[in-house]
């Protein structure tokens, strides 16, 4: 390592944060991924010890309204597989859920708006009824301060919204017209205002990106200040008018979850399935270098392939809810205890 990239790692690393320009070596260099992971690793072990947070992740829908160029589940891919969940199937799952001993449910679709506010606060507020003692976290995109507000009224905890891209440049290439960027922000701002604990996020190796397309996303983070944030490397779908463009680079994604975990040491990071995806092992090298969150799948295995938001989902074996022993293996082998209670955020004094 070059004394100049081993002066702006350990200005990082100490403060937490750097320069735009320093920023932008830190990204794109290689050299300093090992001080960087093992500097991640001692703050989560700080914050979070050697916990990672098991969540029944199920997936109830795959309609969407939106029309985003990068995703599988799309509203012009005729060739997706549509499917939705009942809410008593949604019931089922957590049910099941339950007795394999995971403790938060996340019910994430596509912006499908069949689900209205009636019947998504009916399956809040059974899913907490039937299970006080678990936390629901919601991940169904753009809705209305009076929708955000129902739903946390019926008793939803958390709320995850990725914000995809900060820059607007960047974020027209990506989405079509109807869809904006301040649209998205002002969602995640109203969620903090009534109370969730919120979770955004961002692609890595998304087409276009570029180095300064990261270090906005980095800056939004700052400015929301989340609870939760979720990276994951882009992959591509061949149905979508992204089917040409090259994945994104897994090294980078662990990168920048190391200096994640150092900017924002309260954070919960999942390790997510995008990563898996890529590599083999690319979940561990992600908790290795300060994720804390894994979210196995609960969804019924007859419509796991369908909640295709990429090519190559993994989507049955070890990524399951059902193989929790499996998980809990993969987990130790990086070092790491899985637990499944309820795992709220460790917001610093």
Do not use: W
């Not at 969407?64 to 060739?79: A, F, S, T």
């Not at 499917?83 to 679709?109: A, D, M, P």
């Not at 983070?221 to 994945?247: A, C, R, V, W």
């Not at 979850?257 to 992600?286: N, S, W, Y």
């Amino acid at each position: 390592m070059t004394a100049f990239h081993a002066d702006i790692a350990d200005e990082f690393i100490k403060t937490g944060d750097l320069s735009d320009e320093k920023l932008r070596q830190l990204i794109e260099t290689e050299e300093c991924d090992d001080i960087l992971i093992k500097a991640a690793d001692k703050v989560r072990r700080r914050v979070y010890g050697d916990e990672v947070y098991l969540r029944g992740l199920i997936e109830f829908t795959s309609y969407c309204r939106n029309n985003c160029y990068y995703c599988g589940i799309r509203r012009d891919n005729r060739k997706a597989q549509r499917y939705r969940l009942s809410e008593e199937e949604i019931l089922l799952c957590c049910k099941e859920g339950y007795s394999l001993g995971y403790r938060t449910f996340v019910l994430q679709g596509g912006e499908d708006m069949y689900y209205s506010d009636k019947m998504i606060c009916r399956i809040v507020s059974s899913v907490k009824e039937k299970y006080p003692d678990c936390a629901v976290t919601l991940s169904i995109g753009e809705r209305s301060e009076e929708s955000y507000r129902a739903y946390f009224e019926a008793g939803a905890d958390r709320y995850l919204l990725r914000h995809e891209t900060a820059d607007e440049k960047h974020y027209r290439m990506l989405h079509p017209e109807e869809m904006s960027l301040s649209s998205r922000k002002k969602c995640l701002f109203t969620l903090k205002s009534i109370g969730y604990q919120v979770g955004s996020g961002f692609m890595v190796g998304s087409p276009y990106q570029t180095t300064e397309n990261l270090i906005s996303d980095l800056r939004f983070l700052q400015e929301l200040d989340p609870d939760m944030i979720g990276i994951g490397t882009y992959i591509t779908h061949k149905d979508t008018p992204f089917s040409d463009k090259e994945n994104g680079s897994l090294s980078l994604a662990v990168r920048l979850i190391a200096i994640l975990r150092i900017m924002f040491p309260h954070a919960l990071i999942p390790a997510t399935t995008a990563l898996g995806t890529i590599h083999p092992e690319g979940r561990e090298m992600a908790l290795k270098a300060g994720a804390n969150v894994v979210m196995p799948n609960l969804s019924p295995v007859r419509v796991r392939e369908k909640y295709s938001l990429y090519d190559n989902k993994i989507c049955t074996g070890e990524e399951s809810a059902q193989c929790r022993k499996c998980l809990e293996k993969r987990i130790e082998s990086a070092g790491y205890r899985a637990v499944t209670h309820i795992g709220n955020v460790k917001r610093l004094p």
